[in-house]
């Protein structure tokens, strides 16, 4: 089986659950309580998609602002990007934009921006309305989809709709303009948990 290596990294303000999100497609896991991430942090995880295997070398980078300035150091030279927000958290939503301009001006063309709504098992606190998020990421041309790392409902769907969007490696086979459609979550297949972390680090 052919291989290929993806390089991925995680963009947004901190505590929308961007380290929960790569723990529980790596490992399938959840921590209530994830400190919080200095610089940025380095994950793998193989998936495989047809008859290719995707190695994702995964970057998680901080949210904070002071560590802002050192995104281009992770996003540059990688094949997607994923731009996570909290639906519970208005504000965190309105710095997509911001993500999505700077990854225009500073990446290639092809590369596959992927905007995730976190935290969708908090749907009762709900701010981001998810019409709203999927109109614009159909804007841009990126991928939308709603997540919950808590629940673990459409993490491992966010990085197979990654990799069936991404170009493929014979450019001469690449169709401009070909989209991947993702699946609206289904409320009715969350696992039920009685897990009650914080809500900073779903």
Known sequence: MAVREVKVCLLGESGVGKSSIVLRFVSDSFKGALESTIGASFMTKRLEV????YQFQIWDTAGQEKYRSLAPMYYRGASAAIIVYDITREATYRTVKDWVRELKRNCTADMVIAIAGNKSDLNDLREV??????????SIGALFIETSALSAVNVPHLFTAIAEGLPPEDPVSFRPGSTVQLRRQDESAQPKSSCCGSKKSR
Request: charged share 45%; hydrophobic share 30%.
């Open 129 to 138: 309305r998810a019409r709203d998020a999927e109109e614009y990421a159909q």
């Open 50 to 53: 047809g008859d290719v295997s």
